[in-house]
């Protein structure tokens, strides 16, 4: 299994959701070797093996095949070497310019320069910024390299997000082994229409190359099918799950607070919404000037929200925490009466089923992958800053249907397991491996 990160240094939903399939898989009988760009020591390997990609060196698997191979492998795989920061990727420009760079050598120079690394390692951050392109391609290296090492040891070749694409491809080029890519978001989600065309490519390219394409909703699906011209028949869903909880709710600390709070959690983008939160609680504080909304997150759209609080005048009744995981989000979610995710295009949404696990109301957009799956959850359409003020004010103020959302809610997330969703992405394994037959 090829992913980005895993707990507990997580930038984000994937890691989570890698941690929690890792562990259904382990419940039903599947082991796993998660491969990662950069692990620190610190990992819960109780459900998987952890190999770190930085501490691989670079096997010559080119050397020991005919040319026809290697150029299967590069018309599947182009490196591009990006020296900008990439905050979140880049734009069409900067991608215009490395174009006219790489036509300039061959495929064959390509490779050359490449090659000259084999028997050495990289040493990779494993996080978003300034080389993450650089170290995409530096990854499907290391992918070559570790299948062939451990082509005894598994069955299957999981790659998530587009972030491993290239790497599964390289690992199914050099074993043989059954592909098959987790889509948990799509460039389209991430950008809207204005989407980033090598990131796209690279998500396009990995989906034709895998088997079996597993999304996280049957809104993913749609968009894999329709605008990635992916065979539908080889698309299938599973929807994410969530880790349970062993605390209970009053087990955390909440400094006493006695007014209502109401929380957004998540990255501060445009995928997500932050600006309709700040818009409906402007609205809200109309009436009940008590309440207390917080944004959990970092994100590009942050100082612009800063921004509006301010012009809004809603500063003492807004605060921002920042980047929050682990223990710190449970304790946030303890201290909090309503969660709300506005997302203008969410794949799934795991943070609603970390709220209600704590006994959170929720209001969601009917955008998001998770509303699929969740009844006891107010739903409204992510632009529609009324009906989000009104389903935020009526769980603040009418007790009753508060408690009705918290005690359904709870019962329903509880049964939304990775146990169950893993089950599932084991049959997936077994189909692609039958495939392969």
């Known amino acids: 299994m090829f992913g980005w990160e895993f707990p507990p240094h997580i930038a984000g939903g994937l890691?989570?959701?890698c941690y929690g399939m890792t562990k259904g898989l382990a419940y039903n009988d599947v082991d796993v070797l998660f491969v990662m760009p950069s692990a620190s020591g610190d990992e819960d390997e109780s459900a998987v093996k952890i190999i770190n990609a930085s501490d691989i060196s670079v096997a010559d698997v080119?050397?020991?095949?005919d040319i026809s191979r290697l150029e299967s492998f590069l018309n599947n795989v182009s490196f591009f070497k990006v020296s900008s920061g990439l905050v979140p990727y880049i734009d069409p420009e900067m991608f215009s310019s490395m174009v006219e760079r790489q036509e300039k050598y061959s495929r064959y120079e390509e490779y050359e320069q490449f090659k000259i690394h084999y028997g050495g390692k990289y040493k990779f951050s494993g996080k978003?910024?300034?080389n993450l392109m650089e170290e995409v391609s530096r990854y499907a290296l290391i992918g070559s390299s570790l299948a062939l090492e451990h082509k005894d040891e598994f069955d299957v070749i999981h790659a998530h997000d587009w972030l491993t694409y290239s790497a599964g491809i390289a690992a199914k080029e050099t074993t043989g082994k059954p592909l098959v890519v987790h889509m948990h978001a799509t460039e389209f989600d991430r950008s809207g229409e204005n989407i980033n065309t090598l990131v796209y490519s690279i998500e396009r390219r990995g989906m034709e190359a895998a088997d079996i394409v597993i999304t996280v909703s049957d809104l993913t699906r749609k968009i894999v099918v329709e605008k990635y011209g992916i065979n539908p028949d080889k698309v299938i869903t599973v929807h994410n799950a969530v880790e349970p909880n062993d605390k209970k709710r009053s087990e955390y600390e909440t400094c006493g607070l006695k007014n209502k709070v109401v929380t957004f959690l998540g990255r501060?983008?445009?995928?997500?919404?932050?600006?309709?939160?700040?818009?409906?609680?402007?609205?809200i504080l109309q009436y009940d000037p008590t309440i207390h909304f917080v944004m959990a997150g970092t994100g590009d759209l942050l100082p612009k929200m800063i921004r509006r609080v301010a012009q809004l005048k809603m500063g003492a009744n807004f605060p921002f925490t920042g980047f929050l995981k682990?223990?710190?989000?449970?304790?946030?979610?303890?201290?909090?009466?309503v969660f709300v995710m506005p997302s203008i295009s969410e794949p799934f949404g795991i943070v609603p089923?970390?709220?209600?696990?704590?006994d959170v109301p929720c209001v969601i957009s009917k955008q998001s992958g998770v509303s699929e799956v969740l009844e006891n959850v107010l739903k409204v359409d992510f632009w529609d800053i009324n009906g989000l003020a009104d389903s935020i004010y009526g769980l603040c103020h009418y007790p009753k249907l508060s408690e009705h959302f918290k005690k359904a809610g709870k019962e329903e997330v509880d049964n939304l397991k990775w146990e169950f969703a893993s089950k599932k992405i084991k049959d997936v394994y077994e189909k692609a491996i039958n495939l392969k037959k």
């Open 326 to 337: 682990g223990n710190d989000v449970d304790q946030m979610f303890a201290m909090s009466d």
């Open 268 to 283: 501060i983008t445009y995928q997500k919404g932050p600006e309709y939160f700040v818009e409906a609680a402007h609205k």
């Open 62 to 65: 080119w050397g020991k095949t």
């Open 128 to 130: 978003y910024g300034a």
């Open 15 to 17: 890691g989570t959701a």
């Open 353 to 358: 089923l970390e709220a209600m696990r704590l």
